[in-house]
């Protein structure tokens, strides 16, 4: 069993800042590739940032680059996603998400999500 937990989320203002943390823990061998999705209301999930274990990342919003930085620790089995100059638009549930490797293969999971709300 493994689990993906998230924190960081909260309510910022416009130009602020927040930093997302996701730890994963339970039978993992290795952890190939984590990322960070978004959910906004009425919208689909869509990815914003992934990273491989060699530390190769790839911003796949480009609304996010330059703003947006995603880290991990392999050590603590976890990813970050430090967010700056926060706007309105990127409000949305982030989840993250991991390719895990376990004894009988490779599995994805997902966090259970954690709201960023951009308001004044």
């Known amino acids: 069993q493994v689990q993906l937990v998230e924190s960081g989320g909260g309510l910022v203002q416009p130009g602020g800042s927040l930093r997302l943390s996701c730890a994963a823990s339970g039978s993992i061998s290795s952890i190939y590739v984590m990322s960070w999705y978004r959910q906004a209301p009425g919208k689909q999930r869509e990815l914003v940032a992934s990273?491989?274990?060699?530390?190769?990342?790839?911003y796949a919003d480009s609304a996010v680059k330059g703003r947006f930085t995603i880290s991990r620790d392999n050590a603590k089995n976890t990813v970050y996603l430090q967010m700056n100059s926060l706007k309105p638009e990127d409000t949305a549930v982030y989840y993250c998400h991991a390719e895990i490797s376990q004894i009988l293969g490779k599995y994805n999971y997902w966090g259970q999500g954690t709201q960023v709300t951009v308001s004044s």
């Open positions: 990273i491989n274990r060699g530390g190769g990342t790839n």
